[in-house]
């Protein structure tokens, strides 16, 4: 159950965009995005719900497609500090207990 | 709030040496995890708990235990450890079960087994 992420990694220049893709074999009804600099423990970025609602606090933006199973998180004018590590994680939607599955990662990197 | 505290941040082991890895939060979050990190393959989870008293395993169980005697506390405990054991370790925790409740995580313990 674990989702597929791609690319596996994406080096920008400062001001670049990128798109990092989430897909599942399963249904999703939300996908939750973390990001995790060198070093350090995966920080929550926003969490997208079926019907495309978006609850973060970052400035980047998320788009949830249900059709295709898959969610896409977009980083505009990337900035040096969005360098690090991007999964993301879907619940097991057979479970009761908030689990989550989580991708192998998008290593960003981003050059001034 | 202090969040999610693991102890200890690094740690190395003899292969058979045994060690129990210290998680806590003070968000009075019902739900706790441990999962491992190992490089390019993501977050495993290892062990979960859904309060005091209840756990079960996750997808990489072996090696393994855990008990959650409180509701702020989660050890994990390694009993004969293996090279294979040498991982990132991280403890989470969330308030409950629906789509929208975050993880949070602790800063993780890198756990080298020689």
């Known amino acids: 159950q674990q989702p597929v992420q791609s690319p596996q990694a994406v080096i920008l220049r400062e001001g670049e965009d990128a798109v990092i893709n989430c897909s599942s074999s399963?249904?999703?009804?939300?996908v939750h995005w973390y990001r995790q600099k060198h070093g350090e423990a995966p920080v929550f970025l926003m969490i997208?719900?079926?019907?495309?609602e978006q609850k973060g606090h970052e400035k980047i933006s998320a788009s949830f497609n249900e059709k295709k199973q898959q969610s896409s998180l977009y980083l505009t004018a990337s900035q040096l500090s969005y360098s690090g590590t991007y999964f993301c994680?879907?619940?097991?939607?057979?479970?009761?207990?908030?689990?989550?599955?989580f991708g192998r990662g998008t290593q960003l990197t981003v050059w001034p | 709030n202090a969040g999610v505290t693991q102890t200890p941040k690094f740690r190395i082991l003899k292969i058979g040496q045994s060690m129990t890895l210290q998680c806590a939060q003070d968000?009075?979050?019902?739900?706790m995890y441990w999962y491992r990190q190992d490089p390019g393959m993501g977050l495993k989870l290892i062990y979960y708990s859904v309060g005091a008293g209840i756990t079960d395993k996750g997808e990489v169980p072996n090696g393994y235990n855990v008990s959650r005697s409180t509701t702020e506390d989660f050890p994990l405990r390694l009993e004969l450890a293996a090279p294979s054991q040498t991982s990132v370790y991280f403890c989470?925790?969330?308030?409950?079960?629906?789509?929208?409740?975050?993880?949070?995580f602790g800063p993780g313990t890198r756990l080298t087994v020689l």
């Open positions: 997208l719900l079926k019907g495309g």
């Open positions: 989470a925790s969330s308030y409950g079960t629906s789509p929208t409740d975050t993880q949070y």
């Open positions: 968000m009075n979050h019902n739900y």
């Open positions: 399963k249904a999703l009804y939300s």
């Open positions: 994680g879907t619940p097991d939607r057979g479970s009761t207990l908030g689990r989550l599955y």
